[in-house]
Nanobody, 113 residues
Framework: VQLVESGGGLVQAGGSLRLSCAVSGSIFRINAWAWYRQAPGKQRELVAHISSGGSTNYADSVKGRFTISRDNAKNTVYLQMNSLKPEDTAVYYC????????WGQGRQVTVSS
């Protein structure tokens, strides 16, 4: 599977960013997908995931601020991030939910205070 993340960047606290992840080499529609993040000096953590049927779950730290979605026609999963905080600063990755495979390059998200 190939995972190509895009989006992200630098934003001030309170701002918004959107991440996209184009997936190839997988039967996208039957799989659950997730966004993960890794902040400097910390372990990678699960941020949000979405089932094949569209059910979503979020880490407590982002609940109410982030929205994960998917477009099966485009084999793409998205992460809309609103009300960003400095503690959201990290490299964000997409991957299978619960059984991640080879990681892509990820996208840097930096939130300034």
């Amino acid at each position: 599977v190939q995972l190509v993340e895009s989006g992200g960047g630098l934003v001030q606290a309170g701002g918004s960013l959107r991440l996209s992840c184009a997936v190839s080499g997988s039967i996208f529609r039957i799989n659950a997908w997730a966004w993960y993040r890794q902040a400097p000096g910390k372990q990678r953590e699960l941020v949000a995931h979405i089932s094949s049927g569209g059910s979503t779950n979020y880490a407590d730290s982002v609940k109410g601020r982030f929205t994960i979605s998917r477009d099966n026609a485009k084999n793409t999963v998205y992460l809309q991030m609103n009300s960003l905080k400095p503690e959201d600063t990290a490299v964000y990755y997409c991957n299978y939910y619960a059984k991640p495979t080879t990681w892509g390059q990820g996208r840097q998200v930096t939130v300034s205070s």
